[in-house]
């Protein structure tokens, strides 16, 4: 199974609006990492928490670590079409880097 | 222009054939990576490679095959005995990890195969 899980599957706003994205995972971990898939194209990283981190920020990116509830979320403000693709957390599970299935953000103008 | 490649874009294989995915990186990461991403899924490990000469497996790795001849250089070979070789290929690389922490990983653009 996967270490880390994001919900929702799916996400569809307008232009303008703040997207949130969830991501749970099961065993603790050091840092966790977010990234961003546009449509047939490789990831880009888009920014890591540490786990003594609770908030980060990066431009119109805020992310939020919960040890205790062993969830993160995703942030984004003011959304822009250019916005849309599939977003991804990445935790640690042994020797390995584990993604999970992703969130597919959709922004409509 | 730094950045970490793959080839071809699009590959198209028939049943029984043996091919080759080119992925170069000239970022002087030590780790590198290669994943398999189905449609709706997240990315699944097939090999990773921490060194050159030396590379272990992922959760996936039954039909595929590595090599790390090179630093630069990570080509995953997907063989006959992979049943259902379409898929996107991804590879990625790193730094190495450093005080039990992970590190960012850069994606090459993908590789797109089609079992015909």
């Known amino acids: 199974s996967q270490q880390g899980e994001e919900d929702p599957q799916a996400l569809s706003i307008q232009e303008g609006e703040n997207a949130t994205m969830n991501c749970s995972y099961k065993?603790?971990?050091?840092?966790l990492q977010w990234y961003r898939q546009n449509s047939g194209r490789g990831l880009v990283h888009l920014i890591l928490?540490?786990?003594?981190?609770r908030e980060k920020h990066s431009g119109r990116l805020r992310v939020t670590l919960d040890t205790s509830k062993k969830s993160s979320s995703l942030l984004i403000t003011a959304s822009r079409a250019a916005d849309t693709a599939s977003y991804f957390c990445?935790?640690?599970?042994?020797?390995?880097?584990?993604f999970g299935a992703g969130t597919i953000l959709r922004v409509k103008s | 222009d730094g950045g970490i490649t793959q080839s071809p874009k699009y590959l198209f294989r028939k049943e029984g054939q043996n091919v080759t995915l080119s992925c170069e990186q000239n970022?002087?990461?030590?780790?590198m990576y290669w994943y398999r991403q189905d449609p709706g899924q997240g990315l699944r490990l097939i090999y990773y490679?921490?060194?050159?000469?030396?590379?272990q497996k992922g959760d996936i790795a039954e039909g595929y095959s590595v090599s790390r001849e090179k630093k630069e250089s990570f080509p995953l070979t997907v063989t006959s005995a992979q049943k259902n070789p379409t898929a996107f290929y991804l590879c990625?690389?790193?730094?190495?990890?450093?005080?039990?922490?992970?590190?960012?990983?850069?994606f090459g653009p993908g590789t797109r195969l089609t079992v015909l």
């Open positions: 970022l002087n990461h030590d780790a």
């Open positions: 490679s921490q060194i050159v000469n030396d590379f």
């Open positions: 990445a935790t640690e599970r042994g020797n390995k880097l584990v």
């Open positions: 990625a690389s790193s730094v190495l990890r450093t005080g039990g922490e992970w590190n960012e990983q850069f």
């Open positions: 928490i540490r786990s003594n981190e």
């Open positions: 065993t603790s971990i050091n840092n």
